[in-house]
């Protein structure tokens, strides 16, 4: 009997004396900082991958890392558009940014710019599917505003307006349409034009005079103070969502009557409309993330993302829960993921895809070995992560999971100014 406690006394004291291996994925420099703290930092399970955004506190200069390598995007404004950002493609990212002399989009590695304004508007197929090899772009030239078409890094226009087809209007044999002194062309694939009789499609949107407009069939909405996903299909559905007033609404029309929803706090992602008059799209109200699939309104969560639709209507999208998981609810049949609460822009490129830090503050990972003889603590308040109550590392964990593989917690964190990653087998 006193030898078999030895020997159980001896393997407690051999698991609470393990060292966690350590692994430096990043080395910041002495005058560098990782932008609004270090909970931009990305990592997924299977791999090394990482994206971040760092400051240069000496040449006040900002860099957008994407698995180590670094990129330039000024000291203008920090903040890139995300349009893409998938950490496990080889440049699997396309964002623009600005710098005094104009707007610049990084696609894949190729920089273009720069350009007058803002946002761009990428072409997609019928299917939905982005091109972001050719993309349009306002241009202020003194007075008047005109639009170009940029493909493969050449640049097509002027015109006074250009429309890419859509999911819903495409057609097979058109590139896009542009308009001319009030007369719209069709741009073939081959390279030819032709005018056509019909607008690019029975509602488009257009700016005058500081406000934004849709027009239905000919005739404009009133002035907006913005705005956008206008979707249409070819029975003459339509939906957008647009501001006014400080508050966010999304108008349908899907039986003839047009529809504008309360006013929210913030309508997020694209408004997804089928042929059949489906719809559904995410808000935020008091604080909290739902969505309204086809007018019904569905839970409410700390955030929401990831919101897809099928031409059948059917829905799914990303949650969190008080579990530190991050869940698929398909038309309403929630499934819990690999991801942890804070990877939710890994699911979605969304607008606030670099989010603020100040949800993950105080934020306590808690995670447990599927037999629950293990268990994972890690708090913001606290320079390390604790197993089976024992401390390690010197930093709280950005994200940590259990992989079954190795049989291990996993865990990275920012420690003084090297971004690494912990392994600790169990």
């Given at each position: 009997m006193?030898m078999?406690a030895a020997i159980?006394?001896?393997n407690?004291?051999?698991q609470?004396?393990k060292?966690?291996?350590?692994?430096?994925?990043f080395?910041?420099?002495?005058?560098?900082e990782?932008e609004?703290g270090?909970?931009?930092?990305?990592?997924?399970?299977?791999?090394?991958?990482?994206?971040?955004?760092i400051y240069?506190?000496?040449?006040?200069?900002y860099?957008?890392?994407?698995?180590?390598?670094?990129?330039?995007?000024g000291?203008?404004y920090?903040?890139?558009?995300?349009?893409?950002?998938n950490?496990h493609?080889?440049?699997?990212?396309?964002?623009?940014?600005?710098?005094?002399?104009?707007?610049?989009?990084?696609?894949?590695?190729?920089?273009?710019?720069?350009?007058?304004?803002g946002s761009?508007?990428?072409?997609?197929?019928?299917?939905?599917n982005?091109?972001?090899?050719?993309?349009?772009?306002?241009q202020?030239?003194g007075?008047?505003t005109t639009?170009y078409?940029?493909?493969?890094?050449?640049k097509?226009?002027?015109?006074?307006?250009?429309?890419?087809?859509?999911?819903?209007?495409?057609?097979?044999?058109?590139e896009?349409?542009?308009?001319?002194d009030?007369?719209?062309?069709?741009?073939?694939?081959?390279?030819?034009?032709?005018?056509?009789?019909?607008?690019?499609?029975f509602?488009?949107?257009?700016?005058?005079?500081?406000?934004?407009?849709?027009n239905?069939n000919g005739?404009?909405?009133?002035?907006?103070?913005?705005v956008?996903?206008?979707?249409?299909?070819e029975?003459?559905?339509?939906?957008?969502?647009?501001?006014?007033?400080?508050?966010?609404h999304?108008?349908?029309?899907?039986?003839?009557?047009?529809k504008s929803?309360r006013?929210?706090?913030?309508?997020s992602?694209d408004?997804?409309?089928t042929?059949?008059?489906?719809?559904?799209?995410?808000?935020?109200?008091?604080?909290?993330?739902h969505?309204n699939?086809?007018?019904?309104?569905i839970?409410?969560h700390?955030?929401?993302?990831?919101?897809?639709?099928?031409?059948?209507?059917?829905?799914?999208?990303?949650?969190?829960?008080d579990?530190?998981?991050?869940?698929?609810n398909?038309?309403g049949?929630?499934?819990?993921?690999?991801?942890?609460?804070?990877?939710?822009w890994?699911?979605s490129?969304?607008?606030?895809?670099?989010?603020?830090?100040?949800?993950?503050?105080?934020?306590?990972?808690?995670?447990?070995?599927?037999?629950?003889?293990?268990?994972?603590?890690?708090?913001?308040?606290?320079?390390?992560?604790?197993?089976?109550?024992v401390?390690?590392?010197?930093?709280?964990?950005?994200y940590?999971w259990?992989?079954?593989e190795?049989?291990?917690?996993?865990?990275?964190?920012?420690?003084?100014?090297e971004l690494?990653?912990?392994?600790?087998?169990?």
């Amino acid at each position: 009997m006193l030898m078999f406690a030895a020997i159980v006394a001896g393997n407690i004291n051999a698991q609470n004396n393990k060292e966690p291996k350590r692994e430096v994925l990043f080395t910041l420099a002495a005058n560098e900082e990782i932008e609004s703290g270090e909970y931009f930092v990305l990592q997924q399970v299977k791999g090394n991958h990482f994206a971040c955004i760092i400051y240069d506190t000496l040449g006040k200069n900002y860099t957008f890392v994407f698995n180590g390598k670094r990129m330039d995007v000024g000291n203008y404004y920090y903040y890139p558009d995300f349009y893409h950002l998938n950490v496990h493609e080889e440049n699997g990212y396309v964002f623009g940014y600005s710098l005094q002399d104009g707007y610049y989009v990084n696609i894949k590695g190729k920089v273009y710019g720069p350009f007058d304004g803002g946002s761009l508007t990428f072409a997609s197929d019928s299917k939905g599917n982005t091109d972001f090899n050719k993309f349009h772009y306002a241009q202020t030239e003194g007075e008047r505003t005109t639009y170009y078409i940029h493909r493969d890094g050449t640049k097509d226009g002027p015109f006074d307006r250009v429309h890419f087809p859509g999911k819903h209007d495409a057609l097979p044999d058109r590139e896009f349409l542009y308009m001319l002194d009030d007369r719209w062309y069709a741009r073939y694939s081959d390279g030819s034009s032709k005018k056509v009789q019909e607008a690019p499609a029975f509602a488009y949107v257009h700016e005058k005079g500081g406000k934004y407009y849709v027009n239905i069939n000919g005739r404009d909405s009133k002035g907006y103070d913005g705005v956008w996903d206008l979707q249409s299909t070819e029975s003459g559905k339509y939906a957008y969502r647009y501001k006014e007033n400080g508050k966010w609404h999304a108008i349908t029309n899907i039986d003839g009557t047009e529809k504008s929803s309360r006013g929210y706090d913030y309508c997020s992602e694209d408004i997804h409309l089928t042929e059949s008059g489906k719809y559904a799209y995410l808000y935020k109200e008091n604080g909290k993330w739902h969505a309204n699939a086809n007018g019904k309104e569905i839970e409410e969560h700390d955030y929401l993302t990831g919101l897809e639709m099928d031409d059948k209507g059917n829905y799914s999208f990303y949650d969190n829960h008080d579990d530190g998981r991050i869940y698929n609810n398909n038309n309403g049949k929630e499934t819990k993921t690999e991801y942890l609460t804070g990877m939710e822009w890994r699911l979605s490129c969304a607008p606030d895809l670099f989010a603020s830090n100040n949800r993950y503050k105080s934020r306590q990972l808690e995670i447990y070995s599927p037999d629950k003889e293990h268990s994972f603590d890690s708090s913001y308040e606290h320079a390390h992560v604790v197993i089976d109550g024992v401390t390690h590392g010197h930093a709280p964990a950005l994200y940590a999971w259990y992989d079954a593989e190795k049989n291990a917690f996993i865990w990275n964190a920012i420690e003084g100014k090297e971004l690494v990653i912990y392994e600790y087998k169990l």
